[in-house]
Structures are given as structure tokens and as C-alpha cells.
Antibody
Framework: ELQLVESGGGLVQPGGSLRLSCAAS????????MNWVRQAPGKGLEWISYISRSGSNIYYADSVKGRFTISRDNARNSLFLQMNSLRAEDTAVYYC?????????????WGKGTTVTVSS | DIQMTQSPSTLSTSVGDRVTITCRAS??????LAWYQQKPGKAPKLLIY???TLESGVPSRFSGRGSGTEFTLTISSLQPDDFATYYCLQYNSYLYTFGQGTKLEIK
């Protein structure tokens, strides 16, 4: 069964840091590009970061550029999101999502999400 | 960056209604558009990709059309399970963009 399981969410103070993880199973993780998508309470979906299969190509949304770092460990079938300088507006459910194998691909497999709350 | 404008934001509908949701891209994205359904507390579920290709297992009452900058998602006869929020996603660029979402409410 294709599965993505996020972890690492929690309550953190403004200015703090948090590292999210996403464990993949049921497919060859190293063959797929991956993304992080978030959803603030009561709001829509926001793509925030992409990483290529090898990790050599990375993109960020402007809202997190310079504060968040995406990475992956193909040997451990894991995706990560290091979040620094957190702000109240980063409060959201964070999803990891697999990009399809196509050159031009959409997100086809999603985790259930992990909740990050930034508050003092 | 490519902006996606989705409308309407909310739609009050009834079971059996035909529903159409529109997404407009700020620049051409060819057919690189997907549609997702999301229910409260759940991850998005893929419905349609490449503007009009139905994902396996998705009921045929869902259909998608469009290319370039204008796209539609149509539900031919709304079922009780379809009351949810729908999002479009452009994937023409690695800087993905979602539409703002359309919430289908029971009239």
C-alpha cells in the first residue's frame, strides 16, 4: 500500500524551530520527486516546497524561502522539512505529497498531515 | 509565478444538481491542471489530472475540461458524498499553485 506518514508537528513559540519528517512506504521513494503542502486553519492549500529525486533541485514558495529547508534521505525513505524562524502565520497542517513519475507531474499520493501551531 | 483564480468560493447546491467550478490561470498552463476534493480533517483526494483525465476509481459524474488558461470541473448530478471543498492545482511550473477552493454546501 502506498503510504506517506508525517510526524514532528507540535506547539512551538514564535521564532522557534521544528523539523518535520515524512516516512514513505509501498513505493520506491528514491524514484519520486516530493513536495510539502500546508493548510492554515480554515484556509486553502498552499504549496511550499519541492525536491527532486536526488535532492539536487529544490524550490520554495516565497512565504517560506530563507526560513524553511527541504531535504530527503533516500536510504531511509524519508522526506524532511526544517522550519526556522517560525511565525504565527506558519500555523497549519503540513502534508507531504508525492509528485507523479511524469516529467510534468501533479501530486498523487498524500499523507494525512501533521499539525504545527506557532503560538506563545 | 502563476496565479490561479477559482470561482465561486462557495456554492449552495442540492443533491441531483449539475455543478460547475472554474479555474483561470494568469498565464497559459497548457493542460497541466489537476482537481482535488477535500473533506474536513482529511488530505486532498485526486479527482482529475491533465485537465480532463479521470483518476482511477473516481465516479464518472466528475469531468474536467479546458486548456490554456480556463478550466472547469463539472459534477453532473451531485451526490451526498460530494459535499466537500474542491481545489484546482496548476503544475505547469515547479512553483505549484492551488486555486482558493470552492466549498459545496447543502442548500
Amino acid at each position: 500500500e502506498l503510504q506517506l506518514v508525517e510526524s514532528g508537528g507540535g506547539l512551538v513559540q514564535p521564532g522557534g524551530s521544528l523539523r518535520l519528517s515524512c516516512a514513505a512506504s509501498g513505493f520506491t521513494f528514491s524514484s519520486y520527486e516530493m513536495n510539502w503542502v500546508r493548510q492554515a486553519p480554515g484556509k486553502g492549500l498552499e504549496w511550499i516546497s519541492y525536491i527532486s529525486r536526488s535532492g539536487s533541485n529544490i524550490y520554495y514558495a516565497d512565504s517560506v524561502k530563507g526560513r524553511f529547508t527541504i531535504s530527503r534521505d533516500n536510504a531511509r525513505n524519508s522526506l524532511f522539512l526544517q522550519m526556522n524562524s517560525l511565525r504565527a502565520e506558519d500555523t497549519a497542517v503540513y502534508y507531504c505529497a508525492r509528485k507523479t513519475f511524469d516529467l510534468v507531474g501533479y501530486m498523487d499520493v498524500w499523507g494525512k498531515g501533521t499539525t504545527v501551531t506557532v503560538s506563545s | 509565478d502563476i496565479q490561479m483564480t477559482q470561482s465561486p468560493s462557495t456554492l449552495s447546491t442540492s443533491v441531483g444538481d449539475r455543478v460547475t467550478i472554474t479555474c483561470r490561470a494568469s498565464q497559459t498552463i497548457s493542460v497541466w491542471l489537476a482537481w482535488y476534493q477535500q473533506k474536513p480533517g482529511k488530505a486532498p483526494k485526486l479527482l482529475i489530472y491533465k485537465a480532463s483525465t479521470l483518476e482511477s476509481g473516481v465516479p464518472s459524474r466528475f469531468s474536467g475540461r479546458g486548456s490554456g488558461t480556463e478550466f472547469t470541473l463539472t459534477i453532473s448530478s451531485l451526490q451526498p458524498d460530494d459535499f466537500a471543498t474542491y481545489y484546482c492545482l496548476q503544475y505547469n511550473s515547479y512553483l505549484y499553485t492551488f486555486g482558493q477552493g470552492t466549498k459545496l454546501e447543502i442548500k
